[in-house]
């Protein structure tokens, strides 16, 4: 222990040199803006600052990149809250209740929790990343396909308490995520499925495009029909969450914390279920879960809370095993490999120096953060002051860009534009885009472990509840499949007239 | 008369603009596709090699991610695009191959669909288990698949990716040998898998598991090459266990669509090679443990058909095989 915060002390004199901080600080604000621009989102963003890098020396170069990723994490919040488009895939969930405090004209404190709930998820998940990396990471590892289905069939299962004012029209939706999520080749067969021999569609339909649609264009559409839409005035007070709203932020960026840092000593597991899990998770215990959606704090600080956290978690299989858990950990261990270092415990004791500079620099691009995004927190609120035709047509525009960018295709605009139709349809008709999203997320990765762990077992069921983990896991789903069950069903008996 | 003349200066200056177009060449960027995305080993030589070739040709490279459908995606793109030296891409042999192969992908373009370039990187198979497996040597592997058929686990990459067609080739070499081949996708998945024990054997690229070799996580047990590979000069090739046969790799190389102009394509060879001949080049792509092996022309393109015509035969074999 002594020994570690000796190294973390050495470390923390090679972050805090003028040169690495200023690494540290132009890599936040780069992040930032990666998050902020919707298409381009942190493995992108990362991977093409690679090359810049080159230059550098290789401690500079990793703690630059690093801070573009979490900074990117951060960045995704605010077009979330602003105008209802996600800047990156993290921020989805967000959109609900961020947005919806927007309109209520408290923007400012919704960004400032997210500021202040990301800046304490990253730092407890930093100091967890010191104290118990190694023999976490181990555990995680006996987190194979069998769990990882049973983990999504937990999601999947308490998405029940994501289906707003219906069971049914949640239940529609999430199977209709899924549904979408089969178009595409066969992740293990490598057949085409639903692609109608359009080559675009063999990879099926881009998330960010997907979602960009669903909440952006969905919302353009939906605030367009009304003939005037009155300019939000967010008072002074607006800006600072009240005492109320941090007593209810408090539990939920803890809880998102953990959430997050956990999630991310799995890998693979990647950066968005986190923030649905959350948010799941803070609804579930909620006093009033069906304020969710209408601009509920606690919506907004869990998540965004879980995806800092699990930004920072995600480095423990990467720095302890060498296996990246997510595709921008990829892109950074890929930066690790060019600049001559191998990911790994080797590394530890190769370069201790630059590890715990890198673990040191995530302590101060934390702070570098939080100091760079509270100030501007009153900057971002005034954009709403300006009349809605032109955030309207800012906004249409912001997303043709993010979406024609991510692959330079045409044919994503038009995924983008659809699916923006369906949105405001969905909107209208009252139905929940959230259980949508997770379908979408959740089908790919549960179809993958599905079929890996038969391919494991050679076709045997049994792998299932022979392994222990697996086998509570799925004891958990059904236990609260029975709980929703009894939740739904006496409220709709007793009120057959609730929407 | 006149319409003679007016023929003739016509063909006359079609005669001189046609060379002249080529020596102007390259006026403006350069797309170089990479079938896969960012931070893959693909993606990371892609963005080298670009780098120090575009201050020499003296125009940017970019370097443009068409990731998705096990690269399906990306080469139907550089498959289609104009031939005018503006739009060239990575081609990863076998896999181009298979997708090619694999009536199932129903895939638009086919081996006479590209012109090669030049290929950049050889990276050849590996077979790999965990360090606390009890597999210490490749004979272990084996006769452990040969003992109880189908039970040893044995992990690819993706389907018809390189390690499947390895798999079926250590199958080939020893009758009665027979693995439970599991698809994960991409090695980090596998690694995930292999060292949580879920999966017995692994089969990968060199490049791909030097790091967790030199950390001790990982123990490598054989070598799918000619010869031994110098990132871990201690595993012996599959030759030298007597499976001289099984020779399997992941090669990365330039192409670009067909019916390129013999000039253009003469130019990028020049600047090409002389980038990856770059002791930064050489450098960097060592240190990701990234074999280079830069073929030329003839060369390449003699290595692009015989690929095609070995991935024929194990692409058969693995769509026949009862369990796949």
Request: charge should be neutral; proline fraction near 6%; include cysteine.
């Amino acid at each position: 222990m002594v020994e570690t915060l000796q190294h973390l002390m050495t470390g923390f004199g090679a972050a805090l040199t003028p040169v690495n901080l200023t690494f540290a600080l132009i890599g936040c604000i780069l992040g930032t803006l990666i998050g902020v621009l919707p298409g381009i989102g942190p493995a992108a963003g990362t991977a093409i600052l690679i090359p810049l890098t080159f230059q550098l020396d290789a401690t500079g170069a990793i703690i630059m990149l690093a801070a573009i990723y979490y900074g990117a994490m951060y960045g995704g919040t605010i077009t979330s809250v602003l105008i209802n488009v996600p800047g990156e895939a993290a921020s989805v969930i967000t959109c609900l209740d961020g947005h919806a405090m927007a309109k209520n004209g408290r923007a400012g404190a919704a960004l400032g929790i997210a500021a202040i709930g990301s800046f304490i998820g990253g730092l407890v998940a930093t100091i967890l990343l010191v104290v118990v990396a190694t023999p976490l990471s181990k555990l995680a590892l006996s987190f194979g396909p069998p769990e990882f289905f049973a983990l999504m069939l937990v999601g999947l299962v308490l998405v029940t308490s994501l289906a707003g004012e219906s069971l049914i029209a949640g239940v529609l939706m999430t199977v209709l995520g899924l549904l979408i999520s089969l178009i595409g080749i066969d992740p293990v067969r490598g057949a085409p499925r639903f692609t109608f021999g359009i080559p675009e569609l063999y990879d099926g339909l881009g998330f960010i495009p997907v979602v960009m649609g669903l909440f952006g264009i969905g919302e353009i559409l939906a605030t367009a029909e009304k003939p005037y839409r009155e300019v939000i005035k967010t008072k002074l007070s607006g800006l600072i969450p009240s005492r109320d709203e941090w007593r209810r932020s408090m539990g939920a960026i803890w809880r998102g914390t953990g959430i997050g840092f956990f999630l991310g000593l799995i890998p693979g597991v990647g950066a968005i279920i986190p923030t649905f899990m959350s948010y799941i998770v803070e609804k579930r215990l909620s006093k009033h879960p069906e304020l969710f959606g209408t601009g509920v704090i606690e919506g907004v600080a869990g998540p965004e809370t879980a995806n800092n956290s699990y930004a920072n978690g995600a480095m423990v299989p990467l720095l302890t095993l060498g296996i990246p858990s997510s595709p921008t950990i990829a892109v950074l261990m890929g930066a690790f490999i060019v600049n001559g270092l191998t990911p790994g415990p080797f590394l530890f004791q190769e370069r201790p120096d630059l590890v715990w500079a890198v673990i040191a620099s995530f302590f101060v691009g934390n702070v570098l953060l939080l100091i760079l995004n509270l100030p501007l927190v009153g900057l971002w609120a005034k954009i709403l002051e300006i009349p809605y035709q032109y955030i309207c047509a800012g906004t249409l525009l912001f997303c043709m860009i993010g979406a024609y960018s991510i692959n330079q295709s045409v044919f994503d605009l038009w995924v983008m534009l659809g699916c923006g139709v369906i949105g405001y349809l969905l909107r209208k008709l009252n139905f929940p885009l959230a259980p949508l999203v997770l379908g979408l997320i959740l089908g790919p990765q549960m179809e993958k472990s599905l079929r890996t762990s038969l391919e494991m077992s050679a076709g045997d069921f049994s792998i299932f509840v022979t392994r222990p983990l697996s086998a509570s896991m799925l004891a958990l789903a059904i236990v609260i499949l029975v709980l929703a069950a009894l939740q739904f069903a006496p409220k709709e008996i007793r009120d057959p007239n609730a929407d | 008369m006149r319409l003679l003349k007016l023929a003739i200066a016509a063909t006359a200056v079609a005669l001189i603009a046609a060379p002249a177009m080529a020596q102007q060449y390259p006026s403006r960027p350069i797309n170089l596709i990479v079938a896969f995305p960012a931070g893959g080993s693909t993606d990371i030589g892609a963005r080298v090699v670009a780098g120090i070739a575009e201050r020499m040709i003296g125009q940017p490279i970019v370097v443009v991610n068409k990731g998705g459908a096990g690269g399906q995606v990306g080469w139907t793109e550089l498959a289609r695009a104009k031939p005018d030296g503006y739009t060239i891409g990575f081609l990863n042999l076998p896999a181009t191959n298979t997708t090619i192969l694999d009536p199932e992908r129903q895939a638009i373009f086919n081996e006479g669909s590209f012109t090669p370039i030049i290929n950049q990187v050889l990276d050849p198979g590996v077979v790999w288990v965990a360090a606390n497996s009890p597999f210490k040597t490749m004979k272990d592997v084996i006769d452990a698949a040969k003992s109880k058929p189908g039970t040893v686990r044995a992990a690819t990459t993706g389907i018809l990716s390189d390690d499947h067609l390895a798999i079926l080739m250590v199958e080939e070499a020893n009758p009665g040998a027979t693995f439970r081949i599991v698809h994960l996708l991409g090695g980090a998945a596998q690694m995930k898998e292999t060292l949580g024990g879920n999966i017995d054997v692994s089969f990968d690229n060199v490049g791909g598991i030097v790091p967790q070799v030199r950390g001790g996580q990982v123990r490598a047990l054989a070598v799918m090459d000619i010869e031994r590979s110098k990132f871990l000069p201690d595993v012996p090739t599959m030759k030298e266990l007597g499976m001289p046969n099984v020779i399997s790799s992941s090669t990365r190389g330039i192409a670009g669509p067909k019916g390129m102009d013999p000039a253009v394509v003469k130019k990028l060879q020049d600047v090409l090679s002389k980038a990856m001949a770059d002791a930064d080049h050489v450098k960097r792509l060592e240190d990701a443990g990234l074999a280079i092996k830069i073929m030329i022309g003839a060369d390449y393109e003699k290595y692009y058909k015989e690929t095609h015509e070995k991935a024929k035969k194990y692409t058969e074999w693995a769509k026949n095989r009862p369990q796949k």
